[in-house]
């Protein structure tokens, strides 16, 4: 029976608040951690090199790519910091290539895994490292389609029975000064929330030109940002930061629908596989509230990362700008916030990960990333097909990204969605 947008959000808030079963392990603060990374790029790299600084008692042990040189490329990189080279305990025989190198990580004796592979293997790795009782830091978005989030729900809350970690890198809700901005929020500091605006406009990114001796998948994996199968395109990608914003804003509540345009403007080629470069959608939220989001990535434009809340008694501009967490109500003293604090997001979220791992206090982000990996999916869905959809229709949709068989070799190439002749499945 299809899911209601009610049920959907009830039934796995019920799920992730079931009682944890214990689980002891490693919870003395002497105990060696060993951490796996699944996914060696840039992001991957830096998630271990937090992981690696979050607690005096880890190591790294295991590492798996899809790539061989992506591997080693980020272990050299892990060597030349100094203040974590000596944590670094990664012997060849547990370097694990291809794609089924997750399993190998997984069996090698690690008990905390970073997941930041390319997000349509998320689903897929979450589910096999929470099965075998690993900790996990899983970056974002955590799906690439509706099938996805709901195999990561489920998966988290497996995780919640099984007493095991599952941190987000939804980062912006580990910033203090986030935090504070949005705990005033709720407290009523610019009263009703009315409207809502997010703004992701930025420059382009890497390209990576075919090889002769690349095979179809072998292209793609290598400019995996640029096909939706692999990245959920970019609003997807890198948008979620701040529709998760949005999301926090109104206490983890999702809208009731959307519609919205989107297209390939700048980004025609080929090259840039089947993604967009420009988002405009209008989500509702109950009530009539509108969620503005907007999105762009081209060359030699004006670049806003940003969020903007307007509430019946003021207004809250939110950014990772230096002084840009702002307050604004009528009649009252423009609240700032400032702090001589560091306020490293990246790391904070690694130190709170591995705290309660220690204290035996694991933390479960699953409801969140997941729904708010879901509503970046529904801006998407709206611009590929011109249509209106629910969270309803979005939470059930049937639409399902995987390829056949994740082997190099041939595989099609994605075609350009186009509003009006694409069809929401």
Not at 34 to 49: H, Q
Not at 67 to 88: A, H, I, M, P, Y
Not at 93 to 103: H, I, L, S
Not at 274 to 295: C, V
Request: neutral net charge; proline residues 5%.
């Amino acid at each position: 029976m299809p899911a209601s947008r009610r049920t959907f959000l009830a039934g796995s808030t019920a799920a992730l608040g079931a009682l944890a079963l214990s689980r002891a392990a490693h919870a003395a603060g002497s105990d060696v951690l060993k951490v796996g990374l699944i996914g060696c790029g840039g992001r991957g790299s830096g998630a271990a090199s937090q992981a690696l600084r979050a607690d005096p008692h880890v190591k790294l042990w295991a590492m798996g790519d899809a790539f061989e040189d992506r591997l080693q490329n980020s272990l050299k990189s892990l060597q030349t910091l100094e203040d974590v080279k000596d944590k670094l305990d990664v012997s060849p025989e547990r370097q694990f290539v291809g794609f089924d190198a997750y399993q190998d990580v997984l069996g090698s004796g690690v008990d905390v895994v970073l997941l930041a592979t390319p997000p349509q293997f998320r689903p897929l790795h979450l589910k096999a490292a929470i099965e075998a009782g690993k900790h996990v830091f899983a970056e974002k978005p955590v799906a690439v389609d509706a099938p996805g989030v709901r195999s990561v729900l489920e998966t988290c809350r497996l995780a919640q029975k099984k007493n095991l970690s599952v941190v987000s890198g939804l980062c912006l809700r580990y910033s203090h000064g986030f935090q504070e901005l949005i705990g005033r929020i709720h407290d009523g500091a610019i009263g009703e929330v009315r409207a809502l605006q997010a703004n992701d406009y930025r420059g382009p990114i890497w390209i990576k030109p075919r090889q002769p001796d690349w095979t179809d998948m072998h292209w793609q994996m290598r400019n995996w940002y640029y096909f939706t199968w692999l990245s959920g395109d970019f609003n997807v990608e890198q948008h979620v930061h701040f529709l998760d914003v949005c999301a926090w804003v109104m206490q983890n509540k999702y809208p009731a629908r959307a519609i919205g345009m989107g297209g390939r403007q700048v980004r025609t080629g080929p090259e840039y596989g089947n993604i967009y470069d420009h988002f405009s959608i209008t989500y509702t939220y109950d009530g009539d509230i509108p969620l503005l989001s907007n999105t762009r990535q081209m060359a030699n434009c004006k670049n806003d990362m940003s969020a903007t809340v307007i509430g019946s008694k003021g207004v809250a501009h939110i950014s990772e700008k230096k002084n840009g967490l702002t307050i604004e109500s009528p009649g009252k003293e423009r609240w700032v916030y400032r702090s001589d604090e560091p306020d490293d997001i990246y790391q904070t979220e690694h130190n709170e990960l591995f705290a309660g791992i220690r204290n035996n206090q694991p933390i479960n982000n699953g409801e969140y990333m997941a729904h708010s990996t879901l509503l970046a999916i529904l801006g998407r869905a709206v611009a590929y097909t011109g249509a209106q959809i629910t969270w309803d229709e979005m939470v059930n949709s049937q639409e399902d990204l995987t390829p056949p068989a994740y082997a190099w070799g041939p595989i099609a190439s994605p075609q350009v969605a186009i509003p009006g002749v694409t069809r929401f499945v």
